[in-house]
Structures are given as C-alpha cells and as structure tokens.
C-alpha cells in the first residue's frame, strides 16, 4: 500500500487503488484545468467550473480520462510488479558489484559454453559461444546503465540488456541439453506461430519470415534476443509510469 493511502486513512489494496486512481485522473485533469489533485492545492482549494461551457468542457475531458484509465491502470500495475522484481535482481547486483554481476555471467556462460563444445558440431557451438559472449556483455552493460545511469537510460538501456541476460540462459541451455526442449524450445516454437498467424500478419511480414528463416536451432536464441529489447522498453516505460503514480522514497 503506497504511504499516500496510508496517510488519508485508507487501508488495504482497494484504498491504494483509489488512491492511485484519484492522482492519475488528477493529473490528467490538470493538464486543461487547474488545481485538481486536491490536497496539492489544500490552501487555494480545488478548482471547480462555474459557467455552463467550462462545465461541458470538464465533463467531457473527465470521461475521457476516465476511460484512458480503463487501459493505463493495468499498465501501472504491470510496472509496480516489474519495479519490485527489478528491485530484488538490482540489490543482488549492487551486492556484487559490477565486476561481480559480470563474473557470475561470464562463469555460467563459460560452463555452458565448454558444455556446447563438448556435445555439438563445431558450427553450433560456435553460435552458443557468441550467445554466450552477448549474455555476458548485456550483465555487464545493465548492470553499469543500472548503478550510473538515470531514469532515460535505465529505459533506453539496463532494461533491455537485463532482458537479454534473462531470456538466453534457458534457451542456450535446452540448445545443448535435449531434456529442456520441451520445456524451452516447444514453447518457444508455439510463440512463434502466434505472432506469425496474428500480430505479424500486418504488410504480409508473416510471409517474408517464414520464406526467409527457418526456426531451429540457434535461431531460438536469436528470436528471444530480438523480443528483449521492445520487450525491455516496454517494462521500462511501465516502471516510468509506476514511479510517477508511486514515486519511490
């Protein structure tokens, strides 16, 4: 529960979401008319209309950000589970350190890579050692973006870089140990036909990927490195906008 619920006396998830909702429509409220976050102007008071084409005027924009928040809302919360788990992985990196975060990423990806040399053709392993050398790079990186960087470059940077530390470990994983394929790579298969059958179907891009490219193999592991980054921005941004509603100490 945020301390803003705590401090106007209301206790539990439906206060804190009352709450929140009342600062996001406030906030868009403001963004026309003034003063309409309340307590934010205890001394002036609320602004409120008082002729009949103000009054309109507020109703309208009212309800539309009333229906805005049918869709941000969720997007909010999204971003507050993202910003507690992203808390957690960033208090063990900042444990570790840098140098630290990218030794445990370099001995993982090391075994795994030394496992790939051992049981696949000399082409394969030479794709999981790039993989490997990728995964390593991207600790480093949003690990050094997450303890220097600020909030743009967090977005821009330690999000997606974290996403691609956590996305290719499993994939690489089932790639030279046959047990996780049905747990890694089948899922992954089935994804991929989703987004062919619906989201990419816009401008026949559907068409073009499978004429083009053939998902097997290392190609998992390229997939799940090009759905971090868009997939990175996007927890980012929501973070953004959880921090706005729910600011941190």
């Known amino acids: 529960m945020s301390t803003r619920a705590r401090n106007r006396g209301g206790g539990g998830i439906v206060a804190a979401v009352k709450v929140d909702l009342a600062l996001l429509h406030g906030a868009w409220m403001e963004l026309i008319f003034p003063r309409q976050r309340g307590r934010g102007h205890s001394v002036m ?4 209309p008082e002729t009949l084409p103000q009054k309109i005027g507020y109703a309208l924009w009212s309800a539309i950000g009333a229906l805005g928040l049918l869709l941000v809302y969720p997007l909010t919360v999204i971003g507050l589970a993202t910003r507690f788990y992203a808390a957690k992985l960033d208090s063990t990196a900042t444990r570790l350190g840098i140098v630290g975060a990218t030794g445990v ?14 049981q696949l053709p000399w082409d394969a392993f030479l794709a999981v050692a790039a993989a490997s050398g990728v995964a390593t790079l991207s600790t480093a990186l949003a690990a050094t973006c997450s303890k220097f960087g600020g909030r743009p470059l967090s977005v821009a940077l330690a999000y997606p870089f974290a ?3 956590l996305f290719l470990p499993p994939v690489v994983a089932a790639l030279v140990t046959p047990s996780l394929e049905p747990h890694v790579l089948e899922p992954s298969y089935d994804l991929a036909v989703w987004l062919l059958d619906t989201v990419l179907v816009f401008g026949d891009l559907n068409t073009y990927l499978r004429d083009n490219y053939q998902l097997e193999g290392v190609a998992y592991a390229g997939m799940w490195l090009g759905f971090s980054f868009p997939l990175g921005w996007f927890l980012g941004a929501m973070v953004a906008l959880a921090n706005v509603v729910r600011p941190t100490n």
């Open 105 to 118: 990423a370099l001995l993982f990806w090391g075994i795994l890579t030394v496992i790939a040399h051992i």
């Open 163 to 165: 996403m691609t530390a």
């Open 45 to 48: 008071g609320k602004w409120k």
